[in-house]
């Protein structure tokens, strides 16, 4: 991809309690309309919804703005959807449906404008917390998927909303980004060995940082966004 700018959003929550009124969306949904002219390619980097799971038959209530928003964006440039671990059930809704690109691998990495760019979530990558892995583990099996899908959707939803509320309160601010001391700095380090990758993007932390990688390049974590300034555009 060359000749346009790139924007690179995540961490958004939509639909979850913290946004009862739903300002950040109406906010985001403002924010794609107004994308400019030379916008070549947007980048969902991750838990764009505070949960999504898609059904055979039915869309899960809420959102709907938002999704026309991404369907008009879709029509105008390359819009990619990573999925990130509140919205990683998101299958082939978006792409049939939105013409949004989904991304099903933890990153990927993309030429954009002269320089390749590494991105993704983040929340996967250099994880050493057993409780987190045993966490992706169960809700990522194929078996628990085909399981939530077989109840109704509002229990399903209901369940999911509830314990992210619970995260929330738990952990009211972010934790900052712990720099060197990051799993997900170590992995990038240790990947980019030989693969002369000029930067890494990725969100999860909901603190933004910015610093450079020994092995090459430089680690960019976005903040959870709330509004334009929480883009960042190559």
Known sequence: MAGGRFYFVADLHLG???????VREKAFVDYLHALPADAEALFLLGDI?????????????GGVRTLAALADVAQRMDVWFFRGN??????DYFEKELGV???????????????????????TLGCRDA????????????ACIAF??????????????????SSRRRHPEPTPFAGKEAGLYQFVNEYGRGRDIDLYI????????RLPVETGGELIILGAWSGPADTFVL
């Open 86 to 91: 509140h919205d990683w059930w998101v299958t």
């Open 148 to 165: 939530l899908r077989a109840l109704p959707p509002r229990w399903v939803f209901r369940f999911a909303h509830a314990w992210s509320s």
């Open 101 to 123: 690109h989904i991304v099903r691998e933890p990153f990927r990495i993309m030429d954009l404008g002269g320089r390749k760019v590494c991105m993704g979530h983040g929340d």
């Open 202 to 209: 990725f969100g999860h932390w909901h603190a933004p940082a």
């Open 16 to 22: 979850a309690d913290s946004d009862p009124g739903g």
């Open 49 to 61: 919804f505070d949960f999504w799971l898609d059904y055979r038959h039915v869309v899960p209530r």
């Open 131 to 142: 409780k987190s892995k045993l966490i992706y583990h169960v809700f990522r099996n194929r």
